[in-house]
Nanobody, 117 residues
């Protein structure tokens, strides 16, 4: 079992910045890839960014150039640095880590990001 705990969400104005954090605990040998997804009201959950232990990253098209994912492998923590925020970035942001040993997919409880115009 892996537990993911997010923090850092909040209310920010258009053009502002926020940093989200996600700390993993539990059976950490079962995860490699960690990432962020978001779900806006009435929309499907979508990939924001992900990063492997080896540093390979992937970003959703709408956040490229504005968001940066980083990671500290020693304590299994990932960060999402969000800049130039837009109202369309308003969503619940979830930390995700798929298991490499089973079909399980671990999720955090989510942290709300609201961008006001």
């Amino acid at each position: 079992q892996v537990q993911l705990v997010e923090s850092g969400g909040g209310l920010v104005e258009v053009g502002g910045s926020l940093r989200l954090s996600c700390a993993a605990s539990g059976y950490l040998g079962s995860i490699n890839l960690m990432g962020w997804y978001r779900q806006a009201s009435g929309k499907e959950r979508e990939l924001v960014a992900s990063m492997t232990e080896g540093g390979i990253t992937q970003y959703g098209d709408s956040v490229k150039g504005r968001f940066t994912i980083s990671r500290i492998n020693t304590n299994h923590t990932i960060y999402l640095h969000m800049t130039n925020l837009e109202p369309e970035d308003t969503a619940m942001y979830y930390c995700n880590a798929p298991s490499v040993r089973s079909a399980r997919n671990f999720w955090g409880q989510g942290t709300q990001v609201t961008v006001s115009s």
